[in-house]
């Protein structure tokens, strides 16, 4: 341990930083960047330069509750690419979770807020405690020689142990020590190294210290954060993971060559079995003589052992006049699966349940859980996809609140399942073409493409 010296005392004041009101050992209560958010305090129309923006940070957990306490290390920057200017942001940190980020305003033109977590309070704590109890999780080399005899030690500002080489400068008054070497006297210290870095965190810790690390690849089970994604000339860049994008219908087919997928819902899932036959040429349709709104749907490329199905979910389906014997319960095809690493299921299931009374829906719910709970536990690596509600209804008989109390329901009842959440809501409702039941081209190829990384994510 290195000790300070008290006339220091001052100047260490400048440097205090907020602790957390206790160790923390569940990971989730530590703030996490990507559900945090800020708005504009005092938003106006126009801003003049020389005025001042302020911003205002709320850091949450990830349990998605307000930080009741202070130490996040935020920057936050001004910015604009399109002018090559920026200006830093000074962060006020409230000691409740909330944290008030400044900027002036230097330029005329467009400005970008830009809010980043470098580290957590929690985060922050371990970096302060370790820097002060482990100085030497850095260590160096002494090389000594003397009359053709060699040796290497560890070497360091100040060493643990009592036998050692002590060197001060004569000048600056600065200490070294080395380990004294086993044969050679201290003054053979002839050359200086870098050694290496100790290990100084266990996995709980280092779990802290890198919430700013890479996306993982898409896989099941990962819960979508809030926003899941943006777009960026009409590209969507996922937040959950790292997502590919499939731009031509090669790229495409090499992912689900040898695949067997089935999809269970309504029209807004129906889209993604419509443009997967569209965009790989070498799927063709069998027409199995049926009413195209409620399937079942079947298209197939022998050469590639690929099989795609669609058929609408059981009643209540709003569907033009079919055989009954043609509508079908999804639970009653999932018993049916055997499933396996060639098999794909999709589900979405919200739309049409939006004008009867919650209770309904739940029961529904949780038969086709029981289903995929079953389907997972014989075959546990069977792809299960969800797609989630999307915006669009603005009527009584099914607006955006109606399918976004649904979709909470939705989304709660497979949490920890092992199954894949799509989160068409957010890549539907932020999107610029207007707001439709039945998301456009770009939307849906987006939606697609998240899902092949799902089922293809290296």
Not at 165 to 190: I, N, T
């Amino acid at each position: 341990m290195i000790t300070t010296n008290p006339k220091f005392t001052d100047l260490l004041k400048l440097i205090e930083w907020p602790e957390p009101p206790s160790p923390l050992k569940d990971f989730t209560f530590s703030t996490d960047p990507k559900i945090c958010d800020y708005h504009l305090l005092n938003p106006q129309d126009t801003y003049k330069v020389g005025e001042t923006l302020e911003v205002v940070i709320t850091a949450r957990d990830h349990n998605g509750h307000v930080k009741e306490w202070g130490g996040d290390f935020f920057q936050a920057k001004l910015h604009s690419p399109e002018l090559k200017a920026g200006v830093t942001g000074q962060v006020k940190d409230y000691g409740n979770g909330s944290y008030l980020a400044t900027f002036l305003l230097p330029w005329t033109g467009l400005a970008h807020v830009h809010i980043r977590l470098i580290h957590s309070s929690e985060a922050v704590d371990i970096l302060k405690k370790k820097r002060e109890s482990y100085p030497e999780k850095v260590y160096f080399r002494g090389f000594f020689h003397l009359n053709g005899i060699s040796e290497e030690v560890e070497c360091n500002l100040k060493m643990t142990r009592k036998d050692v080489c002590r060197y001060k400068d004569p000048v600056s008054g600065d200490v070294w020590e080395c380990v004294k070497p086993r044969q050679l006297p201290c003054d053979s210290w002839v050359y200086h190294a870098m050694g290496g870095y100790r290990e100084v965190t266990n996995k709980m810790e280092n779990l802290f210290l890198n919430l700013t690390s890479k996306l993982t690849v898409c896989r099941p089970g990962q819960e979508p954060p809030k926003p899941s994604g943006f777009y960026y000339k009409d590209i969507w860049t996922s937040l959950t993971c790292w997502s590919r994008h499939f731009p031509s219908p090669p790229d495409a087919l090499d992912c689900v060559k040898g695949k067997d997928i089935h999809m269970f819902g309504d029209s807004t899932l129906r889209q993604w079995f419509e443009y997967l036959e569209k965009f790989i040429p070498s799927l063709k349709r069998i027409d199995l003589h049926v009413n195209y709104q409620s399937g079942p749907l079947l298209a197939v490329d022998p050469n590639a052992g690929l099989a795609i199905r669609w058929r609408g979910h059981g009643l209540p389906l709003r569907t033009t006049k079919t055989m009954i014997s043609d509508l079908h319960y999804e639970v009653a095809h999932l018993v049916e699966i055997g499933g396996g690493p060639h098999t794909i299921v999709l589900l979405t299931l919200w739309a049409h349940f939006t004008t009867f009374p919650v209770s309904v829906y739940l029961d529904r719910l949780e038969r086709v859980r029981q289903a995929i709970a079953s389907l997972l536990f014989r075959s546990p690596e069977t792809k299960v996809i969800i797609k989630s509600a999307n915006t669009g209804y603005k009527s009584i008989y099914g607006s955006d609140w109606l399918s976004l109390q649904l979709d909470i329901l939705l989304r709660a009842t497979f949490k920890g399942m092992g199954v894949i959440i799509i989160d068409a809501w957010d890549m539907k409702s932020c999107h610029y073409l207007p707001d439709n039941i039945h998301p456009g081209p770009p939307v849906i190829q987006n939606e697609v493409d998240l899902v092949l990384s799902y089922i293809c994510p290296k």
